[in-house]
C-alpha cells in the first residue's frame, strides 16, 4: 500500500530560517561561492531540515506526533536550492512494509529531490489506530 505522497519547496529563504532557528551559519548553506569552492554544486539545505521536512510528512501520515514510534534516514546526496524565488522541491513517498498485531506500521519512506534520491535507508514505524 502506497501513501498519498507530500511535496515540500524549499528556498533559500528556508534555509535563512532554518540556520537562525538550528544557530547552523556553515556557509555552504548560504554562500555559493563558498559552497562551490569546497567541491559542491552550490547552496545545499541542512540534512536536518531535509529530515525534519520528511519527518513532517510522516507525522501527517501517522496523524499526530505522538503517533511516530521511530524514524530515521542517511543522508545520501545534498539538496541543492537554487538562489531565486522558485527554490526546489522535495518529494516524499511511503509504502507500507508492514502492520504488526500490536498495531504499529512501518513505513518505507522515499525522498527525492530532482528525481534523485536525497536520503537512503528512510524509515518510520506509526502507531495505528486499533
Known amino acids: 500500500m502506497e501513501l498519498a ?5 524549499v528556498t533559500r529563504a ?3 530560517r532554518y540556520a537562525g532557528a538550528s544557530g547552523d551559519f556553515n556557509p555552504i548553506h548560504w554562500s555559493d561561492r563558498f559552497a562551490t569552492k569546497v567541491g559542491l554544486p ?3 539545505a541542512h540534512g536536518m531540515f531535509t529530515m525534519a521536512l ?3 510528512a510522516v507525522t501527517d501520515w501517522a496523524g499526530s ?3 511516530v514510534v521511530d524514524y530515521g534516514v542517511r543522508f545520501t546526496r545534498p539538496v541543492v536550492v537554487p538562489d531565486d524565488d522558485q527554490g526546489t522541491e522535495i518529494e516524499v513517498s511511503a509504502v507500507v512494509r508492514e502492520v504488526t498485531e500490536d498495531g ?3 513505513l518505507d519512506v522515499t525522498a527525492t ?5 536525497v536520503l537512503s535507508q528512510a524509515r ?3 502507531r495505528t489506530a486499533r
Open 5 to 9: 505522497p507530500r511535496t515540500f519547496r
Open 14 to 16: 528556508d534555509l535563512v
Open 42 to 44: 552550490g547552496v545545499i
Open 54 to 56: 520528511v519527518g513532517r
Open 65 to 67: 506526533p505522538d503517533a
Open 104 to 106: 504499529l506500521t512501518r
Open 113 to 117: 529531490c530532482l528525481g534523485e534520491k
Open 124 to 126: 518510520a514505524t506509526i
